[in-house]
């Protein structure tokens, strides 16, 4: 069984960055899993962000409305995933969740529905305001 732990979230106002973190642990092996990042704000539906395949050279994906503002990246080491996030907006403001899927096939189109993922973080929240 995996595990995951998000770290980094907080007050920022609109403008400003803020990057978080995911640590998987447990049963993970990089070569295993898709991981990525989704968020839900009050009242909304979770909404898939960006992802990439743990355990290679893959560039990471996006959701086509989270393209520009939002990068994933990885640090394979330290089993950690990041999401930098720039120019935030107050619509921003959600709780960001950690997702993994165990496969080697990872994609936009699979790995950013909710239905897909198979392990999720507690999250952290993310507020924009000023």
């Known amino acids: 069984q995996v595990q995951l732990v998000e770290y980094g979230g907080g007050s920022v106002q609109p403008g400003g960055s803020l990057r978080v973190s995911c640590v998987a642990s447990g049963q993970y092996t990089p070569e295993s899993y898709c991981m990525g990042w989704f968020r839900q704000a009050p009242g909304k539906e979770r909404e898939g962000i960006g992802g990439m395949y743990m355990g290679g050279f893959d560039l990471p994906y996006y959701a086509d409305s989270m393209k520009g503002r939002f990068t994933v990246s990885q640090d394979k080491t330290r089993h950690t995933l990041y999401l930098q996030m720039d120019n935030l907006e107050i619509e921003d403001t959600a709780m960001y969740y950690c997702?993994?899927?165990?496969?080697?096939?990872?994609?936009?189109?699979?790995?950013?529905?909710?239905?897909?993922?198979?392990?999720w973080g507690q999250g952290t929240n993310v507020t924009v305001s000023s």
């Open positions: 997702a993994a899927r165990k496969g080697a096939m990872c994609s936009a189109d699979v790995d950013l529905q909710y239905i897909a993922v198979q392990t």
